[in-house]
């Protein structure tokens, strides 16, 4: 790696931002990873609290490609061989120099990684002189992460898992942007957003290889995506809140039966699950999802958010609380 940091190179590049986004019917499970497929479809609201500013600079004087993530040097490991793909379309073998800021704890189960390559995608391709539409950038973000593909699209958002070998046609598309439907996402740290023990990745592979359940979950998914929209279409955040919780639920039930099993949950994860649920019996509209991590975000109406945040924050071991709207999707902005 050059001598030269972020800190003292003159800023150059292509600029870009995108908002990371939470599953309400989850995506767990892949049909080829060669590729970045998913198994099946999942759908998603985009967070406007939890952002990523990407650049990149294509380089001549670089041997390397190098990247630089809250300012710190990182591994280019899963990086170089997503730009090569660019690269590649692009006609061009120029090194890189990527540098990502997160204004949220990374990989940790806050979806960093969706936020990331989308922001990536969209800096990236501009960087190389590719004019590409949403739908393309949307692909490109799912080679990195499955999860950013959906990152591309402001608000509501589905996957399409596709049909086509090369994965063309496995995409996001929006459902309703952040101005169709303004809705809530309050999010509750649990354990000071420490890393997480086993990545969504090798977590999702391990859980299809060995959990008896895997299948099951699977199959589950159609039928939550095409309620998920009726609910969107009805603007009913009381039925999208119970699939919300359904599907996060059966996520991690297909998780926990893996042999050895996958468990995020931490004793202050259930306390928020339990908060959860007495807020409903109060009469809250208040849906409870996970990822693979500890946290435990709350699908709830704007009106209803400071409500459930202070909820959240009353719990010992909940270390910090953010409330999020719906965002906007993936730009450039510089
Ligand atoms: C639990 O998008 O991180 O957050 O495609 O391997 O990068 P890769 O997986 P990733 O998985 C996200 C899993 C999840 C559920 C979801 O966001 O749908």
């Not at 600029?15 to 309400?24: G, P, V, Y």
């Not at 990086?79 to 990527?98: E, F, H, K, M, Y």
């Not at 919300?244 to 998780?255: Q, V």
Request: hydrophobic share 40%; aromatic share 6%; with cysteine.
């Amino acid at each position: 790696m050059s001598q030269e940091t972020p800190l003292n190179h003159p800023y150059r590049g292509t600029k870009a931002q995108a908002c990371a986004n939470i599953a309400l019917v989850k995506y767990w499970g892949k049909r080829n990873s060669e590729l970045n497929l998913p198994a099946a479809g999942s759908l998603s609201l985009t967070l406007d609290k939890l952002r990523t500013t990407t650049s990149v600079y294509f380089d001549d004087k670089l041997s390397d490609d190098e990247f630089f993530l809250d300012d710190a040097p990182s591994t280019t490991k899963r990086l170089s061989p997503w730009l090569d793909i660019i690269r590649n379309r692009a006609g061009i073998t120029t090194r890189a120099r990527v540098v990502s800021n997160n204004g949220f704890p990374t990989s940790s189960g806050l979806a960093s990684s969706a936020s990331a390559f989308a922001a990536l995608a969209v800096a990236a391709s501009h960087a190389a002189g590719l004019q590409l539409s949403d739908s393309e950038l949307s692909v490109l973000a799912r080679r990195g992460s499955g999860s950013a593909a959906r990152s591309i699209f402001s608000g509501l958002v589905e996957m399409h898992p596709g049909t086509e070998a090369d994965g063309s046609d496995s995409l996001a598309t929006s459902i309703a942007s952040a101005d169709d439907w303004q809705i809530c996402m309050v999010i509750a740290i649990v354990g000071g957003g420490v890393k997480k023990s086993i990545s969504s990745r090798q977590a999702m592979d391990h859980c299809s290889a060995t959990s008896p359940l895997y299948q099951a979950w699977i199959d589950s998914v159609p039928p939550d995506i095409k309620s998920a929209k009726e609910a969107i279409g009805q603007r009913d955040l009381e039925k999208l809140g119970a699939i919300t919780e359904g599907s996060a639920m059966a996520m991690h039930a297909a998780a926990l039966a893996s042999r050895p099993p996958i468990r995020y949950w931490q004793p202050a994860t259930l306390a928020c699950l339990n908060r959860v649920s007495e807020l409903r019996e109060e009469g809250i509209s208040a849906y409870p999802t996970m990822d693979a991590g500890p946290h435990v975000k709350v699908l709830t109406s704007i009106s209803e958010s400071r409500r459930v945040a202070d909820a959240m924050s009353e719990l010992s071991e909940v270390s910090e609380v953010i409330i999020s709207a719906s965002g906007p999707g993936a730009s450039l902005i510089a």
